[in-house]
């Protein structure tokens, strides 16, 4: 089984940042794609920010130059930088990983637990 773990979410005020960390373990054979989504109350999740292993990069057209994603894929892990925080960005955020946990497995989406960003004055 594969976990994802997040972590560093919290309450901010607006024009603030916080960094998002999120940890892949268990049965791991090869991690694809990397990201973060965001879910607001009364709205559907959105993409954030992915990554690939090769360090290709998209970004959710609201977070452009705001946010930034980073990956360590000797350790499993994938951050978020967020920058200039805004009311708007309130959501829980969702670490997401396409792992293929096995040579006998085939790739499948994983999903952490989410952590709350609350961004406030």
């Known amino acids: 089984q594969v976990q994802l773990v997040e972590s560093g979410g919290g309450l901010v005020q607006p024009g603030g940042s916080l960094r998002l960390s999120c940890a892949a373990s268990g049965s791991i054979f090869e991690i694809y794609t990397m990201g973060w989504y965001r879910q607001a109350p009364g709205k559907q999740r959105e993409v954030v920010a992915r990554i690939t292993n090769g360090g290709r990069i998209n970004y959710g057209d609201s977070v452009k130059g705001r946010f930034t994603i980073s990956r360590n894929n000797t350790k499993n892990w994938v951050y978020l930088q967020m920058n200039s925080l805004k009311p708007e960005d309130t959501a829980v955020y969702y670490c997401?990983?396409?792992?293929?946990?096995?040579?006998?497995?085939?790739?499948?989406?994983?999903w952490g637990q989410g952590t709350q960003v609350t961004v406030s004055s």
């Open positions: 997401n990983a396409y792992v293929r946990p096995s040579v006998f497995n085939q790739a499948d989406d994983y």
